[in-house]
């Protein structure tokens, strides 16, 4: 028993240290004056991506796509917060792909919880 919870303790060091290393190298030209650890954004991408690149590469164009259509469109504020916390992938990690698909579905319906107050 005691030799597997040491494994598991090797395992986390290793991806620790892999985390370290990957902050001293810019994952593409325009994160080069940003270290990952201090840009929140690329962090959360990167984690939810494991790191893989093209992962990485949709997740950012997915969040800017949905971040300008929240801007351009005048959403109700349940639709947003629906959309939250389908795309929450525990903590502060966002799966900005399925956030943009949520906020551009216009089948979703208002909350029965919400639909019963009356403002």
């Not at 949905?66 to 629906?82: D, E, K, S």
Request: glycine share 6%; proline share 5%; with cysteine.
């Amino acid at each position: 028993m005691a030799h597997h919870g040491r494994c598991i303790v090797v395992a986390a060091m290793q991806r620790i240290l892999v985390a370290a290393a990957l902050t001293a190298i810019p994952l593409w030209e325009g994160m080069a004056r940003t270290p990952v650890l201090h840009d929140p954004v690329t962090l959360n991408i990167g984690v939810n991506c494991q790191w893989q690149p093209r992962c990485m590469a949709a997740q950012r164009s997915a969040m800017n796509r949905a971040l300008r259509y929240v801007a351009m469109t005048r959403l109700p504020q349940w639709r947003i917060q629906l959309c939250n916390r389908n795309a929450s992938r525990g903590g502060n990690r966002v799966d900005w792909l399925g956030f943009e698909h949520c906020i551009r579905n216009s089948s979703l319906l208002k909350p029965a919880a919400l639909r019963r107050r009356r403002h």
